[in-house]
Structures are given as structure tokens and as C-alpha cells.
């Protein structure tokens, strides 16, 4: 990066902008660096989804970097209650993003998609040339297109205006400042805030669907590493996948034991299997990531998700719900 930078992150408030916002301010390896300042955008300092918004924030912060975070984002149950929704704001958050990055000159833009953007009916493990090859899971394909749009806007930015726009693909995320709505979150922040309704209430802990599909699991201050990693590192416009090893991967079964465990929870637990299971899996593969990256070393699991419940417990009168 240049001598002075302006490095702007939409979203700057949610789950992974304030994960990247901790990873600068404490991080010796992966921190800010002389010349450089970071800007973390809320929804307060406008609306992405308007032009008009967006481009004031080009004109008062002038970025010569961005991460751009900012999305409609939800777990499962909040894709299938509105699909079109997901599709639209992502997509007009995209458009306007990218659009005015190349109005404005912008050197970089690292934009964030998700493994669920991958074709549902596929061959394991997936990695980055799969993008494109076939539908994504029926729960989520609004806002999953909408993110597939992203890589072929950087491409064409990049083949039309020699723009250096590049994406990641992180898997599923956890860590502090999630979001802990009962319904619209992610499964691990919904089932640490469900778990501690629970053993206050002395009701049982109930968890949707089977239990049986698998997941990645990233911890949201790894991902932030890896994220300004990318920034400062990655050279192709084509996506990385930043994911955990494949060997990682669990079921929601025991993902549920591990959160008991952490919460210290005693009573009882089951699964409503009325409740969706969603995709039964989308095993990504970081071979790539670790071929360019080959000293990034993950929190493990337990102590992420200990850390997770340890901050949600904190601030559990303030948390997002
Ligand atoms: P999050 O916690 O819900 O945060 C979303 C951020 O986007 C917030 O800062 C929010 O601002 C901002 N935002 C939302 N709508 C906006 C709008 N119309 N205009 C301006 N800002 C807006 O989400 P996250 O989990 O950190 O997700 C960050 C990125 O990671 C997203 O691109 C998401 O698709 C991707 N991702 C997430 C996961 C996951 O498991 N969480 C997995 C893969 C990929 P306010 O705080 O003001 O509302
Ligand atoms: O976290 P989650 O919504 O992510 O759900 P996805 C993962 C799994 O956990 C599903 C189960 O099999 C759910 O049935 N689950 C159990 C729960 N209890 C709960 C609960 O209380 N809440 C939730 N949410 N799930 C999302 C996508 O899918 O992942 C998004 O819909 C995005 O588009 C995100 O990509 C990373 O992996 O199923």
C-alpha cells in the first residue's frame, strides 16, 4: 500500500467490521500500519442502497482502499422469509459500491461474499473455480446471486476499466457483536442467546432441524486477519476462499453439544425437526488461502467460541436481538 491511505470498511459496525476494527487496533502482525487510516461506516452514516448517500460518503472520506462488508445479512430463516429482499438491497449495495470505487479511483476493493453462493448439487470439497457452476440452495438464492454478481462485476471493472476490485468467500462466521436475534441470526448467536433463555427460564433449549448438517465455522477475528491480509496481499481479481480446513467441519449436533458446554448449560436440549435444515453442506477448501498464506494459524473452535460466549454474557443487556 502507499505512503498514506484511506481505507474505508462498509458495514464497519457488524460482526466482521468490528472484528477487523479490533484486529487493527491490537494486532502486532495484521494491525495498522504507518500512513494508514481506517474508517468504519454504519448504516448511520448512510444508506448504501441509495446513490445518492453513497456517493457523499465517496466525497467526504475520499478511500483509496475499501472492505466492503455492508450487507442485508441473516441466517437461514431470515433468507427464506425474503429472498427478494436479500436480492435487491445486496445487489444495490454492490452496484453502488463498486460503481462509485471506479468513479472515485479507488485502488482496491476487497468485497465479501459467502460459501453459500456455491452450487448446491456439486463435488466436494468446493474451491474457487465452482462459483458459477449451477443453482445454489434453494433457502438462500436471492441473496446468493446477488453475491455471485460481485465476481462478475470485479471482472468486468477489471477487463473494461483495469479497476483492481477482488473478492473473499469466508464460510459460515461467529465471534463477539454478532447478531443474537432469536429468528433472523446465524445459527451459533442464536443458539447461545436460546440457551441462555433457556437456563434462566428452566425451559428447554430446543434447536431447529435434524441436527445433521455440517458446517465450517470461522471466527470473525481469524476472518479479520485474513481480510486485511488479503488487502494488502492478494493479487487476482478471482475470489479466495477463507475458510477453516475441511477436517473441520461439524454437524449442527455437535456444534449444539459445544455450545452446552460453553454456556454451562444443565437442562434439557432437543431438535425440532418441523424446523428447516437448509443446505446439508458446502465443504469449502482453503488449499488456495493456505498455499498463499502458509503461517495463518486459526483460533481453535473452543477457545473462539468460549471467547464468544464469554463477550455475549458481558453484554448481554446491550447485544444486538
Ligand atoms: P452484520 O453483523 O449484520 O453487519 C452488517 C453491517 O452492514 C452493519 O455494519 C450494518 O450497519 C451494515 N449495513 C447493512 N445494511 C446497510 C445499508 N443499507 N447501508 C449501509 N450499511 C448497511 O453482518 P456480518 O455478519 O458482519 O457480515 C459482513 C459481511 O460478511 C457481509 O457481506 C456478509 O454477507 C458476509 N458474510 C457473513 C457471514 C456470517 O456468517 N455472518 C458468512 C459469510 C459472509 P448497522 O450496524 O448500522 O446496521
Ligand atoms: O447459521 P445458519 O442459519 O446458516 O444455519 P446456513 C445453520 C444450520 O443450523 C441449519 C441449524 O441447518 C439450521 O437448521 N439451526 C439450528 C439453526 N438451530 C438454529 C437456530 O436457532 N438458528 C439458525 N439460524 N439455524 C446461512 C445462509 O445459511 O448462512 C446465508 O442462509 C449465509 O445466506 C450464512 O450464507 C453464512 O449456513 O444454513
Known amino acids: ?10 458495514g464497519g459496525t457488524g460482526l466482521v467490521g468490528k472484528a477487523i476494527q479490533w484486529v487493527v487496533e491490537n494486532d502486532s502482525t495484521y494491525g495498522k500500519r504507518e500512513g494508514e487510516e481506517w474508517v468504519y461506516l454504519s448504516s448511520k452514516d448512510g444508506n448504501l442502497i441509495d446513490p445518492a448517500a453513497t456517493k457523499a460518503i465517496f466525497e467526504k472520506y475520499r478511500p483509496t482502499h475499501i472492505i466492503h462488508l455492508a450487507a442485508k445479512v441473516g441466517g437461514l430463516f431470515g433468507n427464506m422469509a425474503a429472498n427478494l429482499d436479500y436480492f435487491r438491497d445486496n445487489l444495490l449495495i454492490n452496484d453502488n459500491i463498486l460503481h462509485h470505487a471506479k468513479e472515485f479511483g479507488v485502488k482496491k476493493v476487497v468485497s465479501c461474499l459467502s460459501t453459500c453462493i456455491f452450487p448446491d448439487k456439486t463435488t466436494y470439497p468446493i474451491d474457487e473455480t465452482m462459483v458459477h457452476l449451477g443453482p445454489p440452495h434453494d433457502s438462500n438464492y436471492g ?61 428447554p433449549f430446543i434447536m431447529a432441524g435434524t441436527g445433521r448438517p455440517l458446517r465450517q465455522f470461522i471466527y470473525s477475528r481469524d476472518l479479520a486477519k485474513l481480510f486485511i491480509w488479503t488487502l ?90
Not at 257 to 273: L, S, W
Request: proline content about 4%.
Open 232 to 321: 494488502r496481499e492478494y493479487k487476482e481479481i478471482t475470489p479466495l476462499i477463507l475458510s477453516v480446513p475441511e477436517e473441520e467441519e461439524v454437524s449442527i449436533k455437535q456444534l449444539g453439544d459445544a455450545i452446552v458446554k460453553a454456556m454451562g448449560y444443565t437442562g434439557e436440549y432437543r431438535f425440532d425437526t418441523s424446523k428447516a435444515d437448509g443446505q446439508y453442506k458446502k465443504t469449502a477448501s482453503n488449499k488456495k488461502l493456505m498455499s498463499l498464506n502458509p503461517d495463518f494459524k486459526f483460533t481453535p473452535f473452543e477457545v473462539a467460541l468460549n471467547e464468544t460466549v464469554e463477550w455475549f454474557k458481558e453484554n448481554v443487556d446491550s447485544i444486538r436481538k
Open 1 to 10: 500500500m502507499s505512503e498514506k491511505s484511506v481505507i474505508l470498511v462498509t
Open 143 to 203: 441473496y446468493s446471486h446477488s453475491k455471485r454478481m460481485v465476481d462478475v462485476m470485479n471482472r468486468a471493472y477489471h477487463d473494461q476499466y483495469g479497476c483492481n476490485f477482488t473478492s473473499v468467500i469466508p464460510t459460515n462466521v461467529f465471534g463477539p457483536h454478532d447478531n443474537f436475534h432469536l429468528v433472523n441470526s446465524h445459527v451459533i448467536p442464536g443458539l447461545i442467546h436460546k440457551c441462555y433463555l433457556a437456563q434462566q427460564n428452566g425451559t
